[in-house]
């Protein structure tokens, strides 16, 4: 299936790619700022239960289209992500871990159609952690406590996820579809994204506990542009 979309994906750039250059096309610069909102978790290997982190994203810009069809989307923004953990409702047990990045990611803006236009856009995206914050409840952090102070000293536990953050730079790959709303005042894209992490937050050493803790973050984005050239 992912080879299906990923052969569509090559296909579908192409075809646009080929016919603008049939075209004489003026190039365009766009700067804009916008914000939305994220339902997060971290993919822990071995697993962790977890439900969807909810966080807030927003930030700055710069849209270039080069071509008809196509361009070149940069963005710096700031987001809230982290995750989750689900406990049997009966359980005194509560955990919330909000890691807050930089994000900057530079995708390949793909477009159709006039005054409403679908967008795709996808490409690498990395990250900076900026800091973070944790809500535990008392009867999880007597647990950890207990588990910690019994374990042998260098064991990997799985109470490691409830340490700092190990990793500060994160990467991945950024994917969003949606559509965009040309008018007298300015552009307005409305947009879903997904963000599928390539790096971890915490060390996955064979002395580690975790050998995987990427993030995916599922978005739902406004933007406004207004255009420059």
């Not at 070149?72 to 923004?77: Q, R």
């Not at 047990?93 to 795709?120: C, D, Q, S, W």
């Not at 050998?211 to 207004?226: F, N």
């Amino acid at each position: 299936m992912k080879r299906i979309f990923v052969f569509f994906t090559i296909f579908f750039v192409v075809v646009l790619w080929a016919d603008a250059q049939k075209n004489t096309f003026k190039p365009e610069l766009y700067i804009g700022a916008g914000g939305g909102y994220m339902f997060s978790k971290v993919d822990f290997q071995p697993k962790v239960s977890q439900v969807m982190k909810n966080g807030v994203a927003g930030g700055i810009s710069a849209k270039y289209i080069s071509e008809k069809y196509l361009g070149l989307l940069v963005e710096v923004n700031f987001a809230q992500r982290g995750w989750k953990e689900s406990f049997d409702a009966n359980s005194d047990y509560a955990y919330t871990r909000t890691l807050n990045y930089l994000e900057i990611p530079l995708m390949t803006h793909v477009y159709a159609g006039n005054k409403v236009r679908f967008i795709f856009n996808i490409g690498p995206q990395i990250g900076i952690l900026l800091g973070s914050s944790s809500d535990m409840s008392q009867a999880l952090k007597e647990y950890v406590d207990a588990q910690t102070a019994s374990a042998e000293e260098g064991e990997p536990i799985p109470e490691q996820r409830y340490d700092e953050a190990n990793k500060k730079f994160d990467y991945g790959i950024i994917a969003g579809t949606g559509l965009q709303f040309k008018t007298g005042i300015g552009d307005f894209d409305l947009e879903g994204r997904y963000y599928f992490g390539l790096g971890d937050v915490f060390n996955n050493t064979v002395s580690d506990y975790y050998s995987r803790s990427a993030h995916r973050v599922i978005e739902a984005k406004l933007t406004y542009y207004i255009k420059i050239f």
